[in-house]
Structures are given as C-alpha cells and as structure tokens.
C-alpha cells in the first residue's frame, strides 16, 4: 500500500485553483521530486501532504501506517528562521518535539535520536555555535538533522538548496540521496533544478498548476515533457 495518494486532487486559495489534476503514489522508500517554474504549485502541494490544507477537490490520505506526526519537514527558510536565537544542537533536538507531546522534558531517548543525526549529518563540531552565525550550507544541515530527528518513514524537503553555492548544494543532494538509499527513508523534495532531480530522484512529479508529468524518472527522461523541460535547459 502507498504511504501518501493523492487521487485527482485540486488545491487552492479562497476559491481560486492553483493546482489541479493530482493524481500519484508515494512508495515506501521512493525518492520523489516535484519539480516546476515559479507559481507552479510546488509548496501549495507541499502543504496539502502535511494536511495543513484541504483540497478544493479529490483526496489526499495516509496508508501504510504513516501518521502526520511521522512525517519530518524542512520547510523553505524564511528569514526570520535564519536569525533563530538558539544553539544548533538545541535546533536538531527541537525536532522531537512532536514526539515528545506533553512531556515537559525531553527524554533520553529524544537526545540519543539527536545524537544519532548530528553524527550522520557530520555536524558535532557545530553543536554549540549559535545557529544563527553558520553559513547557510551549514544551517541546512542543522535544518535536515532537526527534520530526522521527527521521522523514520518520509522526510518532505521544499527547496533545501535555495541560496546555497553549487559545492554546498551538491554535497547536500549527495547527502540526502545517501540517506534515502542506505536507511530506505522516504524522500519528497521541491527542486527548481531539474539536472539534480533527475540524477538523484527515482520519481518526478513535474508541476504547471496541472500534473504534467508523473512517473518514474527513467521514464521521465524519454516523455515528451521531459524531453521538452530537459532538453530546453540544456539548451539555454
Ligand atoms: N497564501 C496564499 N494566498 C493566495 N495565493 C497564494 C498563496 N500562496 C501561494 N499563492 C499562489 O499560488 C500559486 C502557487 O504558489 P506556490 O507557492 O505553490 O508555487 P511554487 O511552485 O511553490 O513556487 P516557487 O517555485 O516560486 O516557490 C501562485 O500563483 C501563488 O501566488
């Protein structure tokens, strides 16, 4: 059964339409990427899979076990975030705070899971500096250990590269895909960059405030959109 479906789903705001026709399958496992120009829809979906809004039309539901909480977020940095007063290790464990529900503390197990991902994500040795003073690369390594430490089933990205230099964006779609391949961690991601999204996604949902394109990325690359979307970039 599928983690997430949406079946000819519509989403909007206050009546208007702002993406339609959504019809796919999330996998146990897979590595989707949703890709489209600006205004396309991407985050308006994103938002539907975390439930924090309805669609206009269709459904959207959960199978396979996966409940909302079980979902971890790196959501688009605003910055606000970026100036957050606080250590990176208290960002990383700030994580399980939709684990930790009403317990006023969290437990051993919360900061063993914290542990775990700042060695994974190689950032012990940023676990005291101030957040706000690391470089944007680092930030989002704090950002994507944070959203590890909420879920063992789907790890849902809108642009986690935005802003960073090509090195730093590279290292972190190696990263992220590394994650997806040895520990089978769902992966969802909003990209802009279509080159990345085909060499490290295994699905592409490519958005145009319609579905233009669902499927695996192998067959991606030979449909016509792809071929029209790929082909003009390599071009331009
Ligand atoms: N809160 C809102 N109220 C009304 N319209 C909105 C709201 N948020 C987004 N929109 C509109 O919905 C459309 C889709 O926006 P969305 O942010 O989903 O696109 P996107 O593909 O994520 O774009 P980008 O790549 O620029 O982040 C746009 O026309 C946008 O102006």
Known sequence: MALITCQNAAFGYEGNTVVSGLQFEVHSGDYLCVVGENGSGKSTLIKGLLQLKAPQ????????????????????????????????????????????????????????????????????????RCYRELSGGQQQRVLLARALCATKKVLLLDEPVA???????????????????????????????????????????????????FGKTSDYLISKVGQIFIGGERNA
């Open 57 to 128: 039309s269709g459904k959207v539901f959960m199978g396979d076990g996966l409940g909302l909480n079980e979902i971890g977020y790196l959501p688009q940095q605003t910055a606000a975030q970026k100036d957050f007063p606080a250590s990176a290790y208290e960002v990383v464990l700030s994580g399980r705070l939709g684990a930790r529900g009403i317990r006023p503390f969290y437990s051993p197990r919360d900061k063993a899971i914290a542990e775990e991902n700042i060695k994974r994500l190689d950032i012990s040795s940023l676990r005291n």
């Open 163 to 213: 802003g960073l230099d090509p090195v730093v964006t590279q290292e972190l779609y190696r990263l992220i895909e590394s994650i997806n391949r040895e520990t089978g961690l769902t992966v969802i991601m909003v990209s802009h960059d279509l080159q990345s999204a085909v060499k490290y996604a295994s699905h592409i949902l490519h958005l145009k405030n319609t579905q233009l394109f």
